[in-house]
């Protein structure tokens, strides 16, 4: 399964709420979450054919920003 990350202003038990609907109608999403507590504020995403453009298409309808994470 593919892991993806993500830096959001997504901030608050609300904030996560108001997301849930959308990455939750992405199909190829099998799991996320988000570190409140992290400063970047972290999305994870797992899923087999999750792709970058949903993940980011799903958040910004949502009203959020949202930058991958790139990990070297």
């Given at each position: 399964m593919k892991t993806l990350q993500f830096?959001?202003?997504?901030?608050c038990s609300n904030c996560v709420r108001a997301v849930t609907g959308f990455l939750n109608d992405?199909?190829?999403?099998?799991?996320?979450?988000?570190?409140?507590?992290?400063?970047?504020?972290?999305?994870?995403v797992k899923g087999d054919e999750v792709t970058v453009d949903e993940v980011v298409e799903a958040v910004e309808d949502a009203g959020f920003?949202?930058?991958?994470?790139?990990?070297s």
């Open positions: 830096k959001t202003n997504i901030n992405v199909s190829s999403i099998r799991e996320w979450a988000v570190d409140t507590d992290n400063p970047d504020k972290v999305l994870t920003d949202v930058k991958e994470v790139i990990h």
